[in-house]
């Protein structure tokens, strides 16, 4: 059915349906149901096609939006996906998982003018998803082989993206990854009611079926030195990601029953995978938790925790609900499904003998801004409290790890942060050595990660194109086994 565009003035902003709250909290399945095709294609007419389009602006892969939405609207669907796949190497996934409310929906014209933004992630969604229905999803098939081949560390979305590109291009890409699947935080960190794991791994299926060699349970500088990777391949891309926790300062916080998130969601999405039962010590069913943070991994494990079956669950931010870094929306969902925030609260201390029995608070208000313009937040004296609690999950963030320790290459350098250091051309300290993603630029946002694979993979080509050919790296280079 083809429609008109600039519905918004007789159509609201609409997304799919939810499932109940009630019956989605016993589940790690995704909370929304399909968009009808007949409404997602209603509200893809509701597209103002502006001149400037602030949603592709906003976005950082600066996928066309506008294009994508009138093709869904007119009813070309097929065209849709071609053109949502052009600038993005997992729109299945960013359509589930990326915070549309700080980025192209937040900027949609229509929702700075209070006429309620365009729906633009569901509507993603709905046109990949279409398009895996209809077969339109393919390996992919490069124009040519080449003989250059790329080792890519870190099966996560950016390495994946660059391998998918790297790939497109002809090159011969093995990505190895120290966890059994592929796939990073998109399967170990984010829940299935964000991601099931069977999206990504249709995808990851995709890349192997289109001739990347995907090797798991591989780790650089354990089972393969950094060396013989350097040696094997053409160029490397470093994505590995950033995984150390963020450790919680205060008293109490080595008791039993303190958590770092990722830990955290690691054992419950291993047990979504089946692969094994939950931690007696992981498992909230019955517990009070108190999740420290206030960013989209601390609502990743407030919800987790109410699926678990926990007595209460109540997030704790030292911050007020506009200042948080989380979704908006991921706050509501977590407020529909049961979790209580307490909004404007620090940790103190944790309390216990040996084990958590409580979180020691104060409460804060916001003072001047700080060097990154949000206001800091500052306590008020004689203003503390108790929540009790059997489980704490500090949700702070993450940091690299000692990557040139891990790899046994003290030659790579590293920012103060810990990151690597890379040029504009992201070529780290050493020469055909790349890195990508969250390595770089420090935690950050799938989307990032998907344009940073992808940015590398462009440079990768053009070192590669641009150094002349040694011939003996073509004899007999060793082959790894791929995943199963």
């Given at each position: 059915?083809?429609?008109?565009?600039?519905?918004?003035?007789?159509?609201?902003?609409?997304?799919?349906?939810?499932?109940?709250?009630?019956?989605?909290?016993?589940?790690?399945?995704?909370?929304?149901?399909?968009?009808?095709?007949?409404?997602?294609?209603?509200?893809?007419?509701?597209?103002?096609?502006?001149?400037?389009?602030?949603?592709?602006?906003?976005?950082?892969?600066?996928?066309n939006?506008?294009?994508?939405?009138?093709?869904s609207?007119?009813?070309?669907?097929?065209?849709?996906?071609?053109?949502?796949a052009?600038?993005?190497?997992?729109?299945?996934?960013?359509?589930?998982?990326c915070?549309?409310?700080?980025?192209?929906?937040?900027?949609?014209?229509?929702?700075?003018?209070?006429?309620?933004?365009?729906?633009?992630?569901?509507?993603?969604?709905?046109?990949t998803?279409?398009?895996?229905?209809?077969?339109?999803?393919?390996?992919?098939?490069?124009?040519?082989?080449?003989?250059?081949?790329?080792?890519?560390?870190?099966?996560?979305?950016?390495?994946?993206?660059?391998?998918?590109?790297?790939?497109?291009?002809?090159?011969?890409?093995?990505?190895?990854?120290?966890?059994?699947?592929?796939?990073?935080?998109?399967?170990?960190?984010?829940?299935?009611?964000?991601?099931?794991?069977?999206?990504?791994?249709?995808?990851?299926?995709?890349?192997?079926?289109?001739?990347?060699?995907?090797?798991?349970?591989?780790?650089?500088?354990?089972?393969?030195?950094?060396?013989?990777?350097?040696?094997?391949?053409?160029?490397?891309?470093?994505a590995?990601?950033?995984?150390?926790?963020?450790?919680l300062?205060?008293?109490?916080?080595?008791?039993?029953?303190?958590?770092?998130?990722?830990?955290?969601?690691?054992?419950?999405?291993?047990?979504?995978?089946?692969?094994?039962?939950l931690?007696?010590?992981?498992?909230?069913?019955?517990?009070?938790?108190?999740v420290?943070?206030?960013?989209?991994?601390?609502?990743?494990?407030?919800?987790?925790?109410?699926?678990?079956?926990?007595?209460?669950?109540?997030?704790?931010?030292?911050?007020?609900?506009?200042?948080?870094?989380?979704?908006?929306?991921?706050?509501?969902?977590?407020?529909?499904?049961?979790?209580?925030?307490?909004?404007?609260?620090?940790?103190?201390?944790?309390l216990?003998?040996?084990?958590v029995?409580?979180?020691?608070?104060?409460?804060?208000?916001?003072?001047?801004?700080?060097?990154?313009?949000?206001?800091?937040?500052?306590?008020?004296e004689?203003?503390?409290?108790?929540?009790?609690?059997?489980?704490?999950?500090?949700?702070?963030?993450?940091?690299?790890?000692?990557?040139?320790?891990?790899?046994?290459?003290p030659?790579?350098?590293?920012?103060?942060?810990?990151?690597?250091?890379?040029?504009?051309?992201?070529?780290?300290?050493?020469?055909?050595?790349?890195?990508?993603?969250?390595?770089?630029?420090?935690?950050?946002?799938?989307?990032?990660?998907?344009?940073?694979?992808?940015?590398?993979?462009?440079?990768?080509?053009?070192?590669?194109?641009a150094?002349?050919?040694?011939?003996?790296?073509?004899?007999?280079?060793?082959?790894?086994?791929?995943?199963?």
């Amino acid at each position: 059915m083809a429609r008109k565009m600039l519905q918004f003035t007789r159509l609201d902003p609409c997304q799919p349906a939810k499932r109940p709250a009630a019956e989605r909290r016993g589940d790690f399945r995704e909370i929304s149901r399909a968009f009808e095709p007949e409404r997602a294609g209603d509200q893809a007419s509701r597209c103002e096609q502006c001149g400037i389009p602030f949603c592709q602006i906003r976005c950082p892969l600066g996928n066309n939006i506008p294009d994508w939405l009138m093709l869904s609207a007119t009813g070309r669907m097929e065209e849709a996906y071609q053109m949502a796949a052009s600038t993005n190497s997992f729109p299945e996934i960013c359509g589930r998982i990326c915070p549309q409310d700080r980025l192209c929906e937040g900027h949609c014209v229509l929702e700075q003018s209070k006429h309620g933004g365009v729906t633009i992630g569901a509507i993603e969604k709905h046109i990949t998803e279409t398009a895996f229905a209809e077969g339109w999803v393919e390996p992919v098939v490069p124009p040519r082989e080449l003989a250059a081949s790329v080792g890519i560390v870190g099966g996560g979305p950016g390495g994946l993206a660059a391998a998918e590109a790297l790939r497109r291009i002809g090159y011969q890409v093995t990505v190895y990854d120290r966890h059994d699947r592929m796939g990073g935080l998109l399967i170990y960190g984010i829940p299935g009611f964000k991601l099931e794991k069977n999206v990504v791994e249709r995808r990851t299926k995709l890349l192997a079926q289109g001739g990347v060699t995907l090797v798991s349970g591989t780790e650089i500088g354990r089972d393969l030195s950094f060396a013989d990777l350097r040696e094997r391949h053409d160029a490397v891309l470093i994505a590995t990601g950033v995984y150390r926790a963020r450790g919680l300062d205060c008293e109490g916080a080595k008791l039993a029953g303190v958590h770092a998130a990722l830990d955290y969601l690691i054992r419950s999405n291993r047990a979504d995978l089946g692969d094994q039962g939950l931690d007696p010590a992981l498992d909230a069913k019955g517990k009070n938790v108190v999740v420290i943070g206030g960013g989209d991994t601390a609502m990743d494990c407030v919800r987790t925790a109410i699926r678990q079956g926990a007595r209460s669950v109540k997030c704790l931010y030292r911050r007020d609900r506009a200042n948080m870094p989380g979704s908006q929306r991921e706050v509501a969902h977590a407020e529909e499904e049961g979790v209580e925030f307490v909004w404007m609260a620090a940790p103190e201390a944790v309390l216990g003998e040996t084990k958590v029995t409580a979180v020691r608070a104060h409460r804060m208000h916001l003072g001047m801004p700080d060097s990154s313009g949000r206001r800091s937040p500052q306590v008020i004296e004689g203003s503390g409290f108790d929540l009790p609690a059997d489980m704490v999950i500090s949700a702070l963030g993450f940091e690299p790890e000692d990557v040139p320790a891990l790899f046994g290459e003290p030659r790579l350098k590293t920012t103060r942060w810990g990151t690597l250091t890379v040029d504009d051309r992201l070529m780290t300290s050493l020469d055909g050595v790349f890195a990508a993603g969250d390595i770089v630029r420090g935690a950050s946002l799938v989307v990032w990660a998907i344009k940073d694979g992808r940015d590398a993979a462009a440079a990768i080509d053009s070192h590669i194109k641009a150094k002349p050919r040694d011939k003996t790296k073509d004899k007999a280079k060793p082959k790894p086994k791929a995943a199963q």
